[in-house]
């Protein structure tokens, strides 16, 4: 069975079973018509993930979750994807020791998203600061 937006939570609670407990302590975000997978990955799932990487308490765990973002990354659904990058992907490579910490459970695609992403956020940083020394005046310019 393929991956997609109508199955995901099911899916999560299915390959995760911990996360059905903080389903039922968040109930309104898991019952939206139609469901909200980007709240409930942004105020649930994400903050769940970072709680078990700082504290390293189950391993099993952080294996079971990161096996199903791996899965996330293999389905060939757009929204699934950008669903998974937004909401984990980008947050996790934001800071670079939740990264490192994160890594050792991360399965092939999910490293190569997590390496790409912390390359791409330093690019428009490095950008910004290149661009001053170039065109130090433009900056100002354009803002008027």
């Known amino acids: 069975m393929k991956l997609s937006?109508?199955?995901v939570l099911?899916?999560?609670?299915d390959d995760v079973p911990h996360v059905g407990i903080l389903?039922?302590?968040?109930p309104e975000l898991w019952n939206g018509k139609p469901q909200n997978n980007y709240a409930v990955f942004g105020e649930v799932v994400r903050p769940?993930?970072?709680r078990l990487l700082q504290t390293h308490a189950?391993?099993?765990?952080?294996?079971?979750v990161f096996f199903f973002f791996e899965k996330m990354a293999e389905a060939e659904s757009f929204a699934l994807l950008d669903l998974l990058q937004v909401e984990i992907i980008e947050p996790i490579s934001r800071n670079k020791r939740v990264r490192e910490q994160a890594l050792p459970y991360a399965g092939d695609r999910v490293k190569k998203l997590m390496n790409e992403t912390a390359k791409w956020r330093l690019g428009p940083w490095v950008a910004n600061l290149f661009?001053?020394?170039?065109?130090?005046?433009s900056r100002k310019e354009s803002q008027r």
């Open 48 to 50: 769940y993930v970072f």
């Open 5 to 7: 937006t109508d199955d």
């Open 58 to 64: 189950n391993e099993d765990e952080l294996h079971r």
């Open 10 to 13: 099911k899916t999560l609670v």
């Open 131 to 137: 661009s001053r020394f170039i065109h130090p005046g």
């Open 23 to 26: 389903r039922d302590q968040q």
